[in-house]
């Protein structure tokens, strides 16, 4: 009759690298964990504030472009554009 081998789970180096994946895990979780809590991401100051005056730029480089566009739509179409009073 064959021994059996009778030595606990722990005494397996396959047993180890099993649990070594999960393990690794977790413990990278709360040190991600920790990090988070201890260091807050820094506020930015106001930015809807300035994302309102990049519009009002952005708006008006194009009114400054309103009399070229009408000029062309104008070469294109043949149609006069309406002015607006």
Do not use: C
């Not at 606990?8 to 990278?28: K, R, T």
């Not at 820094?42 to 009399?67: F, H, Q």
């Amino acid at each position: 009759m064959e021994k059996l081998d009778t030595k606990p789970w722990w005494h397996f180096g396959y047993v180890w690298l099993i649990i070594a994946g999960p393990l690794l895990v977790v413990i990278a979780s709360f040190i991600t964990l920790y990090l988070a809590v201890t260091r807050p991401d820094a506020v930015i100051d106001d930015y809807y504030r300035k994302g309102m005056e990049i519009n009002k730029t952005l708006s008006a480089d194009r009114d400054g472009m309103a009399p070229a566009m009408q000029a062309r739509n104008h070469a294109a179409t043949g149609l006069k554009p309406i002015e607006n009073q």
